[in-house]
């Protein structure tokens, strides 16, 4: 039987993803901020300027973006991490180990190919008589 999981078990895994992950954190921060700046750009003016003002719509705007991006980054699981660090050191040890190669190629002469052996074997001398 399958483990369901509770409300309670939600959030409390989504509570300790915002306290651990640093990008939610930062959408937050951006978002509360923003629609902060927003609230008191409103509160300060008429209304009537207030719904003309192209400030306080961009800056809710950006806090309600901000915000939603932190909502969906919370819905799915954290990205692996990259790993470029370590592929890049593979890459810089194998180029070091070709330059090493080729150097001490060029330093060598080129290796002579055996001359083929014959696969006849060879005529004998002729036998010389010698006379006594």
Same mark, same amino acid.
């Given at each position: 039987m399958p483990k369901t999981t509770t409300t309670t078990d939600r959030a409390k895994l989504i509570l300790l993803r915002v306290f651990e992950d640093e990008e939610v954190q930062g959408h937050l921060r951006t978002g509360?901020?923003?629609l902060h700046e927003a609230w008191g750009? /409103?509160?300060r003016g008429r209304p009537s300027k207030a719904v003309e003002d192209k400030k306080l719509w961009t +800056? /809710?705007?950006?806090?309600?973006?901000s915000l939603a991006k932190a909502g969906r980054s919370l819905?799915? +699981?954290?990205?692996p991490p990259k790993r470029t660090g370590r592929k890049l050191v593979l890459v810089a040890a194998a180029a070091g180990v070709v330059v090493v190669v080729l150097k001490k190629r060029q330093g060598q002469p080129a290796p002579q190919a055996p001359e083929p052996a014959a696969?006849?074997?060879p005529a004998p001398a002729p036998e010389q008589q010698t006379t006594a």
């Open positions: 509360v901020t923003r750009r /409103a509160a +800056k /809710a705007r950006e806090g309600a973006t819905g799915r +699981k954290p990205d696969t006849a074997s």
